[in-house]
């Protein structure tokens, strides 16, 4: 029993964690070539990991292979149109990628520990997968194992916090971000051979990788030449008001348009008329003339536009447990057609809608307004919201939300960096 009690406290805690200019205008003499390995600048010479040398800590790898990878799955989803048709929309993994991606999870672990061990669990693995999985559509994958700050600390400082909150693991959260560092320096001095990398996160992962960019690679051009691209929802990267750089980062911009290079994709999600807007527990800045930056992944240049989903049928077990149950549990309004789905991930293509607003008080959001409709045959509604839990909005889908615009926006990315080579 406290155990499931700590679950549950840690479940309803996770979501409290969490570019540059175009490059069109940046000197094609600054940036290395993808292929050329002796252009490449090493930022890290002879810099070996105690932890990271090797595959034993990674849970995508391009060295790893079968179900050791967790990249190397079925990421095949079911498009279910307005009209009740089904389409196949078959992944397939790029052959011979020019590129990396390199991806840290969101907080996943329910060890009972302030920071988690290196032995990942179904979470981990199964979060990895279903965030992370079609981005080999586009790169090789690289996804390692961190001491993360876990759901259990969380659970424990949220249940404490009108005493003012019992944190037992202070450090949880340099300890995480050491780990992460360590593999991000293994992976440039080892593996990646001056190739061009995306940065992929969620929550406590983008909030790790916002640090890793603001502290390593704006204060290195070798590694800056080199950032095609972060893709880092769930966490608030802030920027002067009205202004798409400064404040959390100083030389990467958010991305504008899907050309452009050395950006940042960065929002948090909340259902249209969510009435826990008025105190929102992502999207806000305390700092004074500032806000959080949201770009929308399918209308980088503001104003409405709809998303490509892509939901899994099956969340990691935990979540399952605690999502607010909405909707008839997949695409169809009639819970029986919902079996007919072959597929692992299903998406309702021109049913959700996004755009990025501002509110009165301030918090910036991704809006999302699911387009239902009398004569639609799918579902009026779908899980996002934890129960238990109050002004997350749908922070746990903000990946699923729009991740079919996220990985095209990836390789559209790719194509431009590679261009200017």
């Known amino acids: 029993m406290i155990h499931q009690l700590i679950l549950g406290l840690a479940a309803s805690a996770l979501l409290l964690t969490a570019c540059t200019e175009d490059s069109s205008t940046a000197s094609s003499n600054t940036r290395v070539t993808a292929n050329s390995?002796?252009?490449?600048?090493?930022?890290?010479?002879?810099y070996q990991?105690?932890?990271?040398?090797?595959?034993?800590?990674?849970?995508?790898?391009?060295?790893?292979?079968g179900s050791a990878n967790v990249c190397q799955g079925n990421f095949d989803s079911t498009a279910v149109a307005a009209d009740a048709s089904a389409t196949p929309l078959i992944y397939q993994a790029a052959t011979n990628p020019e590129v990396d991606c390199f991806y840290v999870y969101p907080t996943t672990s329910l060890d009972l520990t302030g920071n988690s061990d290196l032995l990942p669990g179904p979470q981990e693995k199964?979060?990895?997968?279903?965030?992370?999985g079609r981005y080999g559509e586009v790169c090789r994958q690289f996804a390692p194992v961190y001491r993360q700050r876990t759901l259990t600390a969380l659970g424990i400082t949220t249940f404490t916090g009108a005493l003012g909150g019992i944190d037992i693991a202070p450090n949880a959260s340099e300890v995480a971000y050491t780990d992460v560092l360590d593999?991000?320096?293994?992976?440039?001095a080892n593996q990646s051979k001056g190739r061009g990398f995306i940065l992929?996160?969620?929550?406590?992962?983008?909030?790790?990788?916002?640090?890793?960019?603001?502290?390593?690679?704006?204060t290195r051009p070798e590694l800056l030449n080199r950032l095609i691209a972060a893709h880092i929802p769930g966490t608030n990267v802030l920027v002067p008001n009205n202004a798409d750089v400064g404040a959390s980062f100083q030389k990467v911009s958010a991305c504008r348009n899907a050309n452009q290079t050395g950006c940042v994709v960065a929002?948090?999600?909340?259902?249209?008329?969510?009435?826990?807007?008025?105190n929102p527990r992502f999207g806000l800045s305390t700092e004074e003339g500032t806000q959080a930056l949201c770009t929308n992944p399918a209308a980088l240049a503001g104003g409405k536009s709809l998303l490509l989903p892509v939901i899994p049928r099956q969340q990691p077990p935990v979540f399952r447990l605690l999502l607010i149950p909405r909707g008839?549990?997949?695409p169809y309004a009639n819970p029986i057609s919902n079996l007919t789905i072959p597929t692992a991930y299903y998406s309702i293509p021109g049913q959700v809608q996004g755009e990025c607003k501002i509110g009165p008080n301030g918090v910036s959001y991704l809006e999302a307004t699911i387009l239902a409709k009398p004569d639609d045959p799918r579902a009026d509604d779908y899980p996002g919201e934890f129960i238990g839990g109050t002004n997350w909005g749908l922070h746990l889908i903000d990946v699923s939300i729009a991740q079919g615009d996220l990985v095209r926006l990836a390789g559209q990315q790719t194509r431009s960096w590679l261009g200017r080579q």
């Open 49 to 65: 990991s105690a932890l990271y040398t090797g595959t034993r800590n990674w849970l995508c790898h391009p060295d790893l292979f």
């Open 126 to 132: 199964q979060t990895t997968a279903l965030q992370f």
């Open 183 to 188: 593999a991000f320096k293994e992976y440039i």
């Open 328 to 330: 008839p549990g997949g």
């Open 37 to 46: 390995a002796s252009n490449a600048v090493n930022p890290f010479p002879a």
């Open 267 to 278: 929002y948090v999600t909340y259902r249209a008329g969510d009435p826990q807007l008025e």
């Open 200 to 218: 992929v996160g969620h929550s406590q992962g983008s909030g790790i990788i916002r640090r890793l960019i603001a502290e390593e690679i704006e």
